[in-house]
């Protein structure tokens, strides 16, 4: 039982509370990275549970950066009933870190066209956070995506363009 519950805590470390609050800025490579072979696997199956009751992006990236191949069913439903836009496109990819599936490029940039909406008035701030997930999937259509945003008008928008190349 002792065992169970230090599991727990381990996960709610992981994956905190999902407010600002707890979220903002927050990483959790470093406990992952702090993990035995066999706490990672206990976390890594106590992680596909919750995803499985609870749709959470943080515990979809959380199984894309551990490489969890046993999520992958999980993952690939929960890209089929996700809507366009940011959560699909981190479902994407998250996935796309495990199997490196070309396949998810297309998607990947209907997704991220989706969130271009110059009418928008948050539009710039819908963007920004999607060019980082872009930039995990290393394929030259991605690659030339963000090329092309780093010309964009909006300082922003270059600006974050060209970080998650990783040129400034």
């Given amino acids: ?3 169970a519950m230090d599991i727990n805590k381990i996960v709610s470390e992981i994956i ?7 979220r903002n800025e927050f990483s959790n490579e470093h406990l992952i990275e702090k993990l035995s072979e066999e706490e990672k ?3 890594e199956t106590e992680l596909i549970n919750l995803l499985q009751k609870t749709p959470d992006t ?4 959380t199984l894309g950066y551990m490489k969890s191949e046993k999520a992958l069913s999980v993952l690939y439903e929960l890209l089929e009933k996700s809507d366009e836009g940011i959560a699909k496109l981190i479902l994407v990819s ?3 870190e495990i199997t490196k599936n ?3 490029v297309e998607i990947a940039i209907t997704s991220f066209k989706g969130l271009e909406n110059p009418k928008d008035a948050y539009y710039v701030f ?5 060019f980082y997930y872009l930039a995990k999937i290393h394929e030259p259509e991605i690659v030339r995506l963000l090329e092309e945003h780093t010309k964009h008008s909006e300082y922003l928008i270059s600006y974050n363009a060209k970080q998650a190349l990783g040129k400034l």
């Fill in 16 to 22: 905190p509370p999902d407010d600002y609050q707890h």
């Fill in 94 to 96: 998250s996935i796309y």
């Fill in 1 to 3: 039982m002792m065992e």
């Fill in 41 to 43: 696997s206990k976390v």
């Fill in 102 to 104: 070309k396949e998810l």
């Fill in 126 to 130: 819908r963007v920004i956070p999607a």
């Fill in 58 to 61: 943080l515990i979809v990236e």
